[in-house]
């Protein structure tokens, strides 16, 4: 089977599975569109990968400040009867008198103001370096919102399927009960009319408490898995009753073909690059430390005895600071830094090899779970003709309690594993598409551009509606 033929098969799979779902468009109740949207926007992880990047644009910021030069503002006031400060301070406001006794100054005082600057002219490249470092921070960070993005849309995606599987796994552990109280009610009838035994009654009943504790556990697993949902989500606004189920919508977006192009697209892999090239920075900002520094600086002063009719004064200059020796500081920063990017390389070979097992098994999976839907729909089919025939030969006295048993019992289990591996199919499809790294940015642009989208999940309110809007990708 070619690539494109498995895609179209898979596209009209999943296309048929959301016409099982739901008939058209879901109007009412919380649609996945709603969920991912809300998750988004509300999830702490998303919160707190958002909050990074606004750190690194900072330090890129912070970063560059430094080839502007720097001014600032200064005052102190000083009284003494030190000789030499006394002497000088007369000095700076105009007023030394050598009739003045030198050795035995009065009590002094001076008001400076003083405005600084300083101005760091070369540096060897130390604030390129810096500079680089701090973008490729700033671009780590970036690819670290889009896995987090990649990596939740996953996340809801999976427990808003898990919410569906439950709620059809209720229905046929419904249906089972039903169809076990009909041939209970069947079995009375034969075992009044002395056709049947006491223990074909008896063993009904048994069977029918097992299958009403199990529609008992079903039924809790699905407060279980909306839990999930809403944790996914980032904010408990989901009830059982809320889920829509999937829109045609929905499936289209899970159908379309992947990008094949392996895991080159991975924002993990993308930000261990900026990562690399980040620490590579440091390697160089630490070797540039053998090189001079040149400065300038100045200052304008003002002093005055009581603060009225200062005298002004300047100064001005150069400094060069060379690196001659430092104990081997500079050598050992050096060594460092190429270690440490050294290391951030071999993490990221690493990286990018467990990322490859990652789709490879994702890949597997989905395999595995188109060839388990095909089978399951075929066992099915089998299992529910097998229990009409076995029925219909119990009703007439040609099979015994114990048959008719077994092929309830086997129709159940096949109907569990369909509604599994139906929902096994879409979950692994979503799961090739994150493992590609497509996920995150892919149902954003879906959302965004093909179709108007309901709101986000709206509070638990019987008054309460879910309005359509359109949701527009920011950034």
Known sequence: ?????????????????????????????????????????????????????????AAVREASSAYYPSLGLAGNWVRTDNPPQAFFMSLNQRRASLEKDF????DTENLRGSVVAQWRLLDGGRREADRRAARSGAEAAGYLVESVRNDLV??????????LQVRDMIKVREEEVQSITGTLRLATERHAAGAALKSDVLNLEVHLAQSQEELIRARNALH???????????????????????SAGDARSLSSGTTSNGVVARPELRMAGAQVKASEAMVSRARRE??????????????????????????????????????FRTRSGVAKA?????????????????????????????QESRERLEVAGKSLASAAEALRITRERYGQGAADITELMAAQVAFTANQNRQVAARYDALISRADVERAEGAL?????ETKSGVRNQKSEVRIQNP???????????KG
């Open 1 to 57: 089977m070619t690539v494109k033929t498995r895609k179209s098969w898979l596209a009209g799979i999943v296309l048929g599975l959301a016409g099982t779902l739901v008939a058209g468009e879901a109007e009412t109740g919380v649609t996945l569109d709603g969920c991912v949207m809300t998750a988004l926007k509300a999830n702490p992880d998303v919160k707190s990968a958002a909050a990074r990047v606004n750190a690194a644009q």
């Open 103 to 106: 050795n035995n100054p009065d």
């Open 154 to 163: 996953f996340q809801v995606i999976r427990a808003y399927h898990g919410v």
């Open 224 to 246: 279980f898995a909306v839990a999930v949902l809403n944790a996914a989500m980032g904010q408990p606004r989901v009830g059982t009753n809320d889920v829509a189920g999937m």
């Open 290 to 327: 053998y090189l001079p520094v040149v400065s300038a600086f100045g200052s304008l002063d003002w002093d005055s005895e009581t603060g009225s009719g200062p005298e002004r004064s300047y100064l001005a200059g150069a400094a060069v600071e060379v690196n001659i020796f430092d104990g």
């Open 338 to 366: 190429a270690a440490g990017a050294a290391q951030a390389r071999a993490e990221t070979e690493k990286l990018a090899s467990a990322l490859t097992l990652d789709l490879t098994r994702s890949r597997l999976n989905e």
């Open 440 to 444: 995150g940015l892919k149902w954003g």
């Open 463 to 473: 008054e309460s509606k879910v309005a359509g809007h359109e949701q527009k990708e």
